[in-house]
């Protein structure tokens, strides 16, 4: 009889089970949506989520900056909180970044700052969206500043990814007619009745078709459907992002690029549910639809930490065992 191999969040789901039960000392089932689950903490102890030597800290930090939690804070599989885990310790040593952001930029002279769930200056609602920092409103991950050699101000905004399958879809939550989706080209040359965000007062596509759009027009017709129905409407968002931001004079920034931050054995992420284009790996397909691919990068976190890892200060080790322990990373 052939043993069913585990795929790689069921492998997540067990190893963060274990953690729960053996480390952080909690049997208590967690729930979500009326269901038990062994990997999701009680909700009252959803801070022991988060390594206990920020954990005080980055709550107070998410306060304080208005921003918004996950509503599945308590789950051990959160993305929010896994790269909260790996990069709040961080802000008190930015220089550990350098060398890893100067395997893709040549010119970096230092990482300046940090931050997470940003939405652009004195928090802009470029896209008429509702909601705040993490709620609601297309927000980064990750941001991370840096100056280069010739003290210009830049940005990438990152996308992080633990186990989750797909970038995400488009809600399709109250859309009156939703066939409309099905025709690219009655959506990209007439938004405003074909497209269901647009009507609603979504201003996507409105930055999408614009003169200085990033994105290549005659690409957006590659599928019979709409181009941002299915793998590639978080990326959308967070690519219109950055380019709105570096197009806002008020930040102050020269470049402003994307990325993905990825768990590098999350298969089922880089396979979509809808081929684009002939390709099924969505960091794959996704530059072809830019007039400029090198804005956007695609990471994975074990790189990340190996780049990281040989400068880093006794302060750290601990740290460093933490996340080999609870995420074998």
């Not at 949506?33 to 206990?52: A, G, K, M, T, V």
């Not at 306060?63 to 939690?69: D, F």
Request: net charge neutral; with cysteine; glycine share 6%.
């Amino acid at each position: 009889m052939a043993i069913a191999v585990q795929d790689f969040r069921e492998r997540m789901e067990d190893k963060q089970s274990v953690y729960k039960t053996e480390v952080l000392g909690i049997k208590q089932m967690g729930w979500w949506r009326e269901e038990p689950y062994p990997h999701i903490l009680p909700e009252d102890s959803w801070s022991l989520n988060l390594w206990e030597e920020i954990s005080y800290k980055a709550i107070q930090y998410f306060a304080q900056s208005q921003i918004t939690w996950h509503n599945q804070k308590n789950n051990m599989l959160s993305s929010q909180v896994m790269s909260v885990n790996i990069f709040f310790p961080l802000k008190q040593y930015l220089e550990l970044i350098k060398p890893w952001l100067s395997r893709y930029y040549s010119d970096v002279k230092s990482v300046t700052d940090l931050d997470f769930g940003y939405i652009g200056p004195k928090n802009r609602n470029y896209f008429n969206e509702r909601g705040g920092r993490g709620q609601n409103r297309t927000s980064s991950d990750i941001s991370i500043i840096w100056e280069d050699k010739d003290k210009g101000r830049n940005m990438l905004l990152l996308e992080y990814k633990f186990t989750e399958p797909n970038f995400g879809e488009c809600n399709q939550e109250n859309n009156p007619d939703r066939q409309r989706c099905f025709s690219s080209r009655r959506v990209v040359f007439s938004p405003q009745t074909q497209c269901h965000k647009a009507q609603v007062g979504r201003t996507y596509w409105d930055r999408i078709l614009s003169e200085d759009t990033p994105f290549h027009k005659k690409y957006l017709l590659t599928a019979h459907y709409c181009p941002f129905r299915y793998d590639f409407y978080q990326l959308m968002r967070n690519q219109l992002l950055a380019h709105c931001i570096q197009s806002d004079h008020a930040a102050g920034f020269n470049q402003v690029d994307f990325g993905v931050m990825y768990h590098a054995d999350s298969d089922k992420l880089l396979r979509m549910s809808h081929s684009f284009g002939g390709e099924r790996d969505p960091l794959r397909a996704w530059p072809n639809l830019l007039k400029n691919p090198e804005t956007f990068h695609a990471f994975t976190v074990q790189d990340f930490l190996d780049a990281i890892d040989k400068g880093l200060p006794e302060e750290l080790i601990g740290w460093r065992v933490y996340l080999k322990q609870r995420y074998g990373v």
